[in-house]
């Protein structure tokens, strides 16, 4: 079992940076796949970015390349993801992400655990 919560959302303007961070708990943290999904209201779940258990394989979708970047620290069983260049369509409830397989993730837009979500807002 892996439970997950993240933290760092909040109200910026756009041009403006946060960094989002999810904490989770589970002995197995460092074998997992991690990610981030958004959803905006009245939208679909959208894949942002996924990283491997090492760390040494990124994916991102063309929203987030240049903008955003994800990473992890697995003695703190923590995954990142710095938000730079902030837009108002950004705006959503960003939801981290684990999985064993980390193309689950990225590709097939899945996972076995999700977080409660994190609310970015991107004011004009």
């Known amino acids: 079992q892996v439970q997950l919560v993240e933290s760092g959302g909040g109200l910026v303007q756009a041009g403006g940076s946060l960094r989002l961070s ?18 905006a209201p009245g939208k679909e779940r959208e894949f942002v970015a996924a ?42 409830v960003y939801y981290c992400a684990a999985d064993p397989m980390v193309r689950r993730i990225a590709q097939s837009y899945e996972a076995d655990y999700w977080g409660q979500g994190t609310q970015v807002t991107v004011s004009s």
């Open 22 to 39: 999810c904490a989770a708990s589970g002995r197995t943290f460092r074998i997992y796949g991690m990610g981030w999904f958004r959803q």
């Open 51 to 92: 990283i491997t258990w090492s760390g040494d394989s990124l994916y991102y979708a063309d929203s987030a390349k240049g903008r955003f970047t994800i990473s992890r620290d697995n003695a703190k069983t923590t995954v990142y993801l710095q938000m730079n260049s902030l837009k108002p369509e950004d705006t959503a």
